[in-house]
């Protein structure tokens, strides 16, 4: 059976360097993923890369970690908090609260890309691309959802093939995080063999893993888009400027 071919990739995906959880600087107190952090985005005229995740109630969240420690004042694992509690989460190093989704949208109300991080537990839920897709559904920016899991991916080509998606990978899963794979998993992810089952409008793939045999085939074969993670040196520079179409940096000012 031919592999599907996906639809190209809209042109503003890839006109602007990305914020990596929009554009934080700590020693600032602009904080990751928070309010201060998007207004920075759209002040430096960047687009927006963020990490949705769900509430124990099932709203998006804007939140990057599975549990609190490193962000904020509180600890245990993110996904027990109510909405409620997630908006009264104190932030280390801001007066900032978590946004939903839909807070997000209504900020940046269609004035930068925004490129959305489902975040997964791997686990075949899919309730997160769900909810992302319902709250995007009234909103008229750009927008694009992406994930490391290729069955949240497979779901928003199935449930909402209109908004632009995106699988994020790596070449080989090395690091410790993903030691809950096979290693089989780790090279069929890594080799793209569930392409056909996600249709990804682009590839969101480790800086330090390119080039990659399987994202040239993508792009020589289906022109896929090519952003690059997480971009934060010179040669990090000239890696994404040679393999891929845009990067998603942190740490500077492109």
């Known amino acids: ?100 989704l839909a807070d997000l949208l209504a900020r940046v109300a269609g004035r930068t890309p925004l490129v959305i991080e489902l975040k997964s537990h791997f686990d075949g839920n899919d309730a997160v691309a769900r909810r992302a897709i319902e709250v995007l559904a009234g909103y008229e920016g750009p927008a694009a959802l992406m994930s490391f899991d290729p069955g949240l991916v497979a779901s928003v080509c199935r449930l909402a093939p209109h908004i632009p998606r995106g699988f994020t990978m790596e070449r080989r899963y090395d690091d410790p995080e993903w030691d809950f794979l096979t290693p089989e998993t780790k090279s069929a992810w890594g080799a793209l063999a569930p392409f056909a089952e996600m249709q990804p409008h682009f ?22 888009a090519v952003l690059t993670w997480t971009v934060r040196s010179a040669q990090d520079r000239a890696t994404a400027a040679q393999y891929a179409d845009q990067m998603i940096f942190e740490g500077f000012r492109p």
């Not at 990057?64 to 993110?78: I, K, V």
């Open 1 to 100: 059976m031919p592999v599907p071919v996906p639809s190209a990739a809209p042109a503003w995906l890839t006109a602007r360097p990305i914020a990596h959880r929009a554009l934080h600087d700590a020693a600032a107190g602009i904080i990751e993923n928070t309010p201060s952090a998007v207004d920075a985005a759209l002040a430096g005229n960047y687009a927006i890369e963020v990490d949705i995740q769900l509430s124990a109630d099932g709203e998006a969240m804007v939140f990057h970690d599975d549990t609190l420690e490193r962000l904020t004042l509180s600890t245990g694992p993110a996904n027990t908090l109510s909405t409620a509690q997630f908006e009264a989460l104190e932030l280390r190093g801001t007066s900032d609260r978590t946004m939903t």
């Open 203 to 224: 590839l969101a793939h480790y800086v330090k893993e390119l080039p990659s045999e399987a994202v040239t085939w993508a792009q020589r074969t289906h022109g896929i």
